[in-house]
Structure formats: structure tokens, C-alpha cells
């Protein structure tokens, strides 16, 4: 999957294939009245690929860019893996129309096999953040962790702060004007909510941090949501649309559902249905906490169009305030 193929590069030889799957995308879009999407370079997805799909759907797509083919072309040791060549990367794809932030995660060598100290891993990270501040735009900073068949790739192993998301504060303190995204706000697969803890203790303290919550279930949210030091500013909805994650539904225990990567299940085939889920947990939760229409509008929109200043046709129904 790492070195896939996409598909107008493709031949007989090549093991994984990546598609343009945005048709299937457009389809859940319409579905769930979602106008606007951030596409992810993962799973084999390509920066090239995106730049295609957003500029076939004017107005429907921006994207977070990533050091793809520099990652590519070490993995097949075409040539060795330098934070140069990926920040040069990343500042090429910053400064096409359409690309907005960084990510997913911050990456590293992907032939390192070896854990690194955090003083040196901390020198890498600040190269993505420089570039990040010289295009204005938010880091995504990986955070949660899958078991199942997907808990053996060893990233959690190799860099510390895969394993620690409170790193991130000591980076927060040296780029103050870089925003910052966790992925999946903590909880990207599984039960346990140790991240979440620990990416809302750097939200807590830094105003431009934000979380994911799309896989949250709804007890979940209230971490966040009910923190006086997290404002409803710092939430965003954000899932992992096309992931091989299943709902795993246990009634009357705690949690009563979540996401996982399941062995005994073997990998789904069909189209997971992220969006339903998660919007289901989140308006469970407005019902339950009568969460205002403006807080929930904040969170389904208008905090990303804010935070990635995205041009929309009309942003009056999220709320702002003139102070007198």
C-alpha cells in the first residue's frame, strides 16, 4: 500500500493500485448534505491525485499535503530519505491553489526501523513547521492508535511523539502562530482514551489547537465539550472516510460503540459508512446536552472554514461577534 501504484501509471506487474475514488466520495457527500471535503494523501493516495479531484469539482475539495513521492521513492531506495527533499515537497504542494494544511501526521524515514530520541525527532518536526509558517497554514499531528490487523506497523514504536501527543505542547511553545490539527482528536480506533486525554491537555492550554472528534462516540465528547479551557472554536468534525475500521457495537456496556480494525471480521469489503455513524453520535449528544444550533454549526463547518479560510458562498450562519 505504501508504494502503490495509481492507476494511469499502472501495469500488469504492480501489486496495489490507487483509484480516483471520488465518485464514491461525491455520492456520501450528497447523502449526508456535506459541501466540502479535505482529502488526506493516504492509503496510496497521491498529492497528484487530489490536485485532479479538486480541480474537476470547483468548490467541493481542498487538500492537506504531504511528502508522498519523496516517501515513495525511499521505500523503493530509489533514493534516501531526507527532511529536505520532503519539506521541499510539502512547499511545492502549499503552493498550489487548493492545498491547505499539512498531513496526515508527521511522518519520518519510512525505512527506519529504529526508535529515535525526541530532541532529534523535534529538529525534523520544526522543518514542518517552518514550512507550514511560511505558507500560513495548520500542522496535522497524528494521534490514536488502532489494534486488530493494523496495530503492528511500529510507528508508535519509532517516534515518540506518535506515542505522547503532549510533545506537542513543547512545539506549540516555539511556533505559537502555527496551528495545529490532532488527528482524530485522540481516538482513531479501539477503546482506550489515553490520547484523547492527552491531545484535550494541549488544547486546554494552547487556543489554536483543535480536535477531531468524528470518531467519538457520545459520552466521549463531553472531554472536550465540557473543558472550560476548550472552546467550541477547537472542535472539528473530521472522520476517516474510506479506512477499513467497523463499528463494533457492545449495548450496555461502556463504550456502546466504536471503531476498530477487527481479525476475527476479516477486512470489509463494502463502503463503511463513517459519516452516518459519526453524525449519529454527535446529534445524540447536542439532543442530550442542548447543544445550540450556532455551537453545532461551529463544529460541522464553520471552525474549518475559519481555521483553512475557505472560500464558501456563504458563511453568515456561523456565529461571530462584534465586541462593544
Same mark, same amino acid.
Not at 37 to 50: H, Q
Given at each position: 500500500?505504501?508504494?502503490?501504484?495509481?492507476?494511469?501509471?499502472?501495469?500488469?506487474?504492480?501489486?496495489?493500485?490507487?483509484?480516483?475514488?471520488?465518485?464514491?466520495?461525491?455520492?456520501?457527500?450528497?447523502?449526508?448534505?456535506?459541501?466540502?471535503?479535505?482529502?488526506?494523501?493516504?492509503?496510496?493516495?497521491?498529492?497528484?491525485?487530489?490536485?485532479?479531484?479538486?480541480?474537476?469539482?470547483?468548490?467541493?475539495?481542498?487538500?492537506?499535503?504531504?511528502?508522498?513521492?519523496?516517501?515513495?521513492?525511499? %521505500?523503493?531506495?530509489?533514493?534516501?530519505?531526507?527532511?529536505?527533499?520532503?519539506?521541499?515537497?510539502?512547499?511545492?504542494?502549499?503552493?498550489?491553489?487548493?492545498?491547505?494544511?499539512?498531513?496526515?501526521?508527521?511522518?519520518?524515514?519510512?525505512?527506519?526501523?529504529?526508535?529515535?530520541?525526541?530532541?532529534?525527532?523535534?529538529?525534523?518536526?520544526?522543518?514542518?513547521?517552518?514550512?507550514?509558517?511560511?505558507?500560513?497554514?495548520?500542522?496535522?499531528?497524528?494521534?490514536?492508535?488502532?489494534?486488530?490487523?493494523?496495530?503492528?506497523?511500529?510507528?508508535?514504536?519509532?517516534?515518540?511523539?506518535?506515542?505522547?501527543?503532549?510533545?506537542?505542547?513543547?512545539?506549540?511553545?516555539?511556533?505559537?502562530?502555527?496551528?495545529?490539527?490532532?488527528?482524530?482528536?485522540?481516538?482513531?480506533?479501539?477503546?482506550?482514551?489515553?490520547?484523547?486525554?492527552?491531545?484535550?491537555?494541549?488544547?486546554?492550554?494552547?487556543?489554536?489547537?483543535?480536535?477531531?472528534?468524528?470518531?467519538?462516540?457520545?459520552?466521549?465528547?463531553?472531554?472536550?465539550?465540557?473543558?472550560?479551557?476548550?472552546?467550541?472554536?477547537?472542535?472539528?468534525?473530521?472522520?476517516?472516510?474510506?479506512?477499513?475500521?467497523?463499528?463494533?457495537?457492545?449495548?450496555?456496556?461502556?463504550?456502546?460503540?466504536?471503531?476498530?480494525?477487527?481479525?476475527?471480521?476479516?477486512?470489509?469489503?463494502?463502503?463503511?459508512?463513517?459519516?452516518?455513524?459519526? %453524525?449519529?453520535?454527535?446529534?445524540?449528544?447536542?439532543?442530550?446536552?442542548?447543544?445550540?444550533?450556532?455551537? %453545532?454549526?461551529?463544529?460541522?463547518?464553520?471552525?474549518?472554514?475559519?481555521?483553512?479560510?475557505?472560500?464558501?458562498?456563504?458563511?453568515?450562519?456561523?456565529?461571530?461577534?462584534?465586541?462593544?
Amino acid at each position: 500500500m505504501k508504494t502503490a501504484t495509481p492507476a494511469d501509471e499502472a501495469n500488469d506487474d504492480d501489486d496495489v493500485i490507487v483509484f480516483d475514488n471520488s465518485e464514491r466520495l461525491l455520492e456520501d457527500m450528497d447523502t449526508y448534505n456535506v459541501d466540502m471535503c479535505i482529502l488526506l494523501s493516504a492509503f496510496g493516495m497521491t498529492n497528484e491525485i487530489n490536485h485532479q479531484i479538486i480541480k474537476h469539482n470547483p468548490g467541493k475539495f481542498v487538500a492537506a499535503a504531504a511528502p508522498v513521492q519523496t516517501k515513495k521513492r525511499a %521505500l523503493r531506495g530509489e533514493e534516501a530519505w531526507t527532511w529536505e527533499a520532503a519539506c521541499e515537497e510539502l512547499d511545492e504542494w502549499l503552493s498550489k491553489d487548493g492545498f491547505v494544511m499539512t498531513g496526515e501526521g508527521i511522518r519520518g524515514d519510512p525505512t527506519r526501523k529504529e526508535p529515535i530520541e525526541w530532541s532529534q525527532r523535534k529538529d525534523h518536526i520544526r522543518q514542518v513547521f517552518d514550512v507550514a509558517a511560511d505558507h500560513n497554514v495548520p500542522v496535522r499531528w497524528h494521534t490514536g492508535y488502532v489494534s486488530g490487523y493494523g496495530g503492528s506497523h511500529g510507528l508508535f514504536d519509532i517516534f515518540p511523539d506518535w506515542r505522547n501527543p503532549t510533545l506537542a505542547s513543547q512545539i506549540k511553545a516555539e511556533y505559537p502562530g502555527v496551528p495545529l490539527v490532532f488527528d482524530h482528536g485522540g481516538m482513531q480506533g479501539g477503546w482506550r482514551e489515553k490520547y484523547v486525554d492527552d491531545v484535550c491537555q494541549v488544547a486546554a492550554t494552547h487556543d489554536n489547537v483543535y480536535l477531531e472528534i468524528g470518531l467519538y462516540w457520545k459520552e466521549l465528547m463531553k472531554k472536550p465539550l465540557k473543558d472550560p479551557n476548550i472552546s467550541i472554536d477547537q472542535i472539528l468534525w473530521g472522520t476517516d472516510w474510506g479506512a477499513s475500521m467497523v463499528q463494533h457495537s457492545q449495548p450496555q456496556e461502556s463504550p456502546p460503540t466504536y471503531w476498530e480494525q477487527i481479525k476475527n471480521r476479516g477486512l470489509p469489503a463494502h463502503q463503511v459508512d463513517y459519516w452516518g455513524a459519526s %453524525l449519529r453520535q454527535l446529534l445524540k449528544y447536542s439532543l442530550e446536552e442542548d447543544l445550540t444550533q450556532d455551537d %453545532l454549526n461551529l463544529i460541522l463547518g464553520g471552525n474549518a472554514v475559519r481555521l483553512l479560510d475557505l472560500e464558501i458562498p456563504q458563511d453568515r450562519i456561523f456565529s461571530e461577534y462584534i465586541p462593544l
